[in-house]
């Protein structure tokens, strides 16, 4: 069942768990807020059981670009298209959230995956080389944030 992300009554629905419930449903919140006031979209989450092909196709890149395996299982993901770019979000049960941003714009195409650790959760091994910067959250708390540029077409 979907579940659309409330970020004024921030809710644990999905992803009970996590060992950092609270800090993911903040940053899950967090980022449903942001997609509400920049583009006027509902962020609305699936269950992994049912968002197979969305986690499937984040693993594909994470591999293809960098050999990265997430270890932690994912909770749930998405995917939508506002303006001209596709995104798609994966939330892990470690704290971690990964997304990817893809522009169907094929003259000037942006093209990257975002990680987003939540508050109280270790840097994952597999992240280990990427350099993580602090952003203050009213919904998350602490967010460390990180990214790469994607070459490849997917």
């Not at 940053?27 to 997609?35: H, K, T, V």
């Not at 006027?40 to 969305?54: Q, S």
């Not at 001209?84 to 995956?113: C, Q």
Request: charged share 25%; proline share 3%; net charge neutral.
């Amino acid at each position: 069942m979907s579940y659309c992300v409330d970020f004024v009554n921030v809710s644990h629905v999905g992803l009970e768990s996590s060992p950092v419930v609270a800090a993911l449903a903040g940053l899950r919140a967090n980022e449903a807020r942001y997609f509400k006031n920049k583009y006027d979209h509902v962020f609305t989450v699936e269950p992994a059981a049912k968002a197979k092909k969305e986690i499937a196709l984040v693993h594909h890149i994470l591999k293809e670009e960098r050999g990265i395996v997430i270890e932690s299982p994912a909770l749930e993901a998405t995917t939508f298209q506002v303006e001209n770019i596709r995104w798609t979000y994966v939330f892990y049960e470690s704290g971690l959230a990964v997304n990817v941003l893809y522009s169907l714009d094929e003259e000037n195409p942006k093209r990257a995956v975002g990680f987003k650790l939540s508050d109280g959760m270790d840097i994952p091994a597999e992240l280990g080389s990427f350099k993580f910067a602090r952003q203050k959250s009213k919904l998350a708390g602490t967010i460390r944030g990180s990214y790469f540029i994607i070459k490849g077409e997917y």
